[in-house]
Nanobody, 119 residues
Framework: QVQLVESGGGSVQAGGSLRLSCAAS????????MGWYRQAPGEQRELAAS???????YYKDSMKGRFTISRDNPKNTVYLQMNNLKPADSAVYYC?????????????WGQGTQVTVSS
């Protein structure tokens, strides 16, 4: 099992930047996938970005070129650097970890951190 704690959310103006952090309670070295979902009011939760244990990354199209996901294994932390933020990026951002053991897949979630972008 792993507990995830997000930090770094807040309020910024359009064009600004924020860096979200997700600290895990244990080593993330062998965790297959870590990443960030986001959920705006009245919307479904959507995958924003993810990174595998091998360093492969995925970004939702609208975030490519603006967001960068990274993982620091010695610090057991995953980051989401968000630049050139837009009001449409306003949402609660949730960190997740997907751990696979044989045929079993375990998914863990953080409590979420609010990001608000004003125009």
């Amino acid at each position: 099992q792993v507990q995830l704690v997000e930090s770094g959310g807040g309020s910024v103006q359009a064009g600004g930047s924020l860096r979200l952090s997700c600290a895990a309670s244990r080593s993330i070295f062998n965790i297959n996938v870590m990443g960030w979902y986001r959920q705006a009011p009245g919307e479904q939760r959507e995958l924003a970005a993810s990174i595998t244990s091998g360093g492969n990354t995925y970004y939702k199209d609208s975030m490519k070129g603006r967001f960068t996901i990274s993982r620091d294994n010695p610090k057991n932390t995953v980051y989401l650097q968000m630049n050139n933020l837009k009001p449409a990026d306003s949402a609660v951002y949730y960190c997740y970890a997907q751990d696979r053991h044989g045929a079993n897949v375990y998914t863990y979630w953080g409590q979420g951190t609010q990001v608000t972008v004003s125009s």
